[in-house]
């Protein structure tokens, strides 16, 4: 997958071309690159994703912005996974919110892009003070030689998908909803790295996974998998949050202690899944009710993945 930072004064190949944020890449997201994907065979061009860094709430108001679903990295990945060719990352500062709306047609769409086929989503807005939208787009496809499609809201048991749908389900530890918005579980990825090796004290030695996420959209300890060592998921259960017992900062960390698992994996690149949440961070009165609740949370963990593998087993063909 080319991935490109600025935009070309003139492009020199045309594009099929979808624009977003994609924050999490759920099932939106995904029905707007499976017809972005088809567009571009059948119109023998490039699949190619505009995306936006930092998020455009995030640089208007940090304070107030929302939790990010994914790290830039985690967000390619995952586009690239989807077959996406080239993604073209904007970045989002002073300047670019001010390009007027007509500009951002002629200047990036057509002349920097070259864009032959545009995909948004019906409610796309874009330029100064949000004044483009899909009919400005549509009365630019002559002048500028694209045709611009617009994709409706994809529904999920009534709900309409969206990132926000995402945290909020994430938040209350609904990880159940948050997999079927998604297509997939949850997860954050991240180098494993030092830690002060509390868990190895606490008879759980855990693996520090890194994260790019200050404010992660969820919190607690949950039965997990983890991708990125070896050929299969290994089990296990993690801590996500600011461990109140033991912490003296605010700064949120994922632990994950892998069951059956010795081995040194440090700088290993990790993929957390997130399955099942047992319970939110409790802040104990010593370190001993925590190891007793470290051995409740483990033992939890086993007991949820022998359940997983019985329903596995119950539904294989006799």
Known sequence: MLIRRCIPAAATTPVALTIGNFDGVHLGHRAMLARLAEAARRLKLPSCVMTFEPHPREFFAPDQAPTRLTSLREKLELLAQAGV???QICRFNFDFAKTPADD???RILHQGLAARWVLVGDDFRFGARRAGDLSLLKQAEARCGFRVHAIPSVMVD???VS?????????RGDMALAQRLLGRPYSISGRVVSGDRVGRKLGCPTANVLMKHNRPPLAGIFAVEAHGIGDRALPGVASLGVRPTLAH?????LEVHLL????????????????HKFRDEQKYADVE??????????????NFFRHQDAKTAARKPS
């Not at 990132?163 to 938040?171: H, I, P, W």
């Not at 059956?260 to 399955?275: E, N, Q």
């Not at 009710?289 to 086993?302: F, H, P």
């Open 85 to 87: 060719e080239r993604v």
């Open 104 to 106: 951002f047609i002629a």
């Open 158 to 160: 009534g709900l309409r």
């Open 163 to 171: 990132s926000t749908a995402v945290r909020e389900a994430l938040a």
């Open 249 to 253: 900062d605010a700064r949120p960390c």
């Open 260 to 275: 059956d698992f010795a081995r040194d994996i440090y700088g290993a690149h990790l993929r957390v899944d997130f399955l």
């Open 289 to 302: 009710t925590l190891k007793r609740q470290i051995a409740v949370d483990v033992e939890n963990t086993r």
